[in-house]
T-cell receptor, first 116, second 114 residues
Framework: AQKVTQAQTEISVVEKEDVTLDCVYE???????LFWYKQPPSGELVFLIR??????QNEISGRYSWNFQKSTSSFNFTITASQVVDSAVYFC?????????????FGPGTRLSVLP | KAGVTQTPRYLIKTRGQQVTLSCSPI?????VSWYQQTPGQGLQFLFE???????NKGNFPGRFSGRQFSNSRSEMNVSTLELGDSALYLC?????????????FGPGTRLTVL
């Protein structure tokens, strides 16, 4: 069965520090997709990245980077030089291709607080 | 392009009442999914609609239902409200069937049941 674990419930950092949010997933499928979403205090989930299981190349987008390792079933998210605006709850999600229509399974989320 | 819109944004109901929430997807998106978010259970999948058909349903009682119209707009209905139904209800749309496509979320409807 699908499962997503985000072991870090809450993280606090001081502005300009780097921070890594962990995501570990479980799946029986060989084809699956991983996602990260940000949920600021306003409540709307904001899409950050989508990665399929065949693409293990790390990705960098500005201050954001993602490290996908199938060997450890992890898809970690790093924010470099964090800013106060990065304060939010971050969710990792998994979707399996064979669970047609199953939709996403979300992790419990990690609340990130960036202090000035 | 306009994002996913949800109405109303806030709702207060009492136990036993019923409620209908509305979601308008991004133009061109045919799949609409609904999620319930609570502090205790996190984000849980309710159901997904594609071309007016329910494709899948999460583990929720029959009091939770939904439908999709020909213009892809969707509504979800909760009957006989219980205190535990208080939650943020999020709607998401995607181009295809939603299983693996990126889902774009609306701002949510915050339902409070008294």
């Amino acid at each position: 069965a699908q499962k997503v674990t985000q072991a870090q419930t809450e993280i606090s950092v001081v502005e300009k520090e780097d921070v890594t949010l962990d995501c570990v997933y479980e799946t029986r499928d060989t084809t699956y997709y991983l996602f990260w979403y940000k949920q600021p205090p306003s409540g709307e989930l904001v899409f950050l990245i989508r990665r399929n299981s065949f693409d293990e190349q790390n990705e960098i987008s500005g201050r954001y980077s993602w490290n996908f390792q199938k060997s450890t079933s992890s898809f970690n998210f790093t924010i470099t030089a964090s800013q106060v605006v990065d304060s939010a709850v971050y969710f990792c999600a998994l979707s399996e291709e064979n669970n047609y229509g199953q939709n996403f399974v979300f992790g419990p989320g990690t609340r990130l607080s960036v202090l000035p | 392009k306009a994002g996913v819109t949800q109405t109303p944004r806030y709702l207060i109901k009492t136990r036993g009442q019923q409620v209908t929430l509305s979601c308008s997807p991004i133009s061109g998106h045919r799949s609409v999914s609904w999620y319930q978010q609570t502090p205790g259970q996190g984000l849980q999948f309710l159901f997904e609609y594609f071309s007016e058909t329910q494709r899948n349903k999460g583990n929720f009682p029959g009091r939770f239902s939904g439908r999709q119209f020909s213009n892809s707009r969707s509504e979800m209905n909760v009957s006989t409200l219980e205190l535990g139904d208080s939650a943020l209800y999020l709607c998401a749309s995607s181009l295809d069937q939603g299983g693996t496509d990126t889902q774009y979320f609306g701002p949510g409807t915050r339902l409070t049941v008294l």
